[in-house]
């Protein structure tokens, strides 16, 4: 099963950036379905995005459409989420997801199957 590091996060003002990234290892990374989750406190873990296996359909929240940009690398095995105009509400640890059990890109999280540990992105105002 493939292993998912995240990093990247930090703290940023409001209207900054910032770029997430996912070192994956263990089995082959292009056979994976790729995604991005966040959650906030007291909230549920929300899907931002996902990528198919060579990168040709990906998927935005209506949330961060526009804003936030996601693409992947397979012959350096990561993926990345490159956010833009961040706002306050940004604020969430952010996880990378991989799947192999569905033939989509999920949207929902049971529809992915590692996991990595999360990275902290706060948005100050």
């Known amino acids: 099963q493939v292993q998912l590091v995240e990093s990247g996060g930090g703290l940023v003002q409001a209207g900054g950036s910032l770029r997430l990234s996912c070192a994956a290892s263990g089995r082959a990374f292009s056979t994976y379905y790729m995604g991005w989750f966040r959650q906030a406190p007291g909230k549920e873990r929300e899907f931002v995005g996902g990528i198919s296996r060579i990168g040709g359909r990906i998927y935005y929240a209506d949330s961060v459409k526009g804003r936030f940009t996601i693409s992947r690398d397979n012959a350096k095995n990561t993926l990345y989420l490159q956010m833009n105009s961040l706002k306050p509400e940004d604020t969430a640890v952010y996880y990378c997801?991989?799947?192999?059990?569905?033939?989509?890109?999920?949207?929902?999280?049971?529809?992915?199957?590692?996991w990595g540990q999360g990275t902290q992105v706060t948005v100050s105002s």
């Open positions: 997801a991989a799947s192999q059990i569905y033939t989509r890109v999920p949207v929902e999280a049971t529809g992915y199957d590692a």
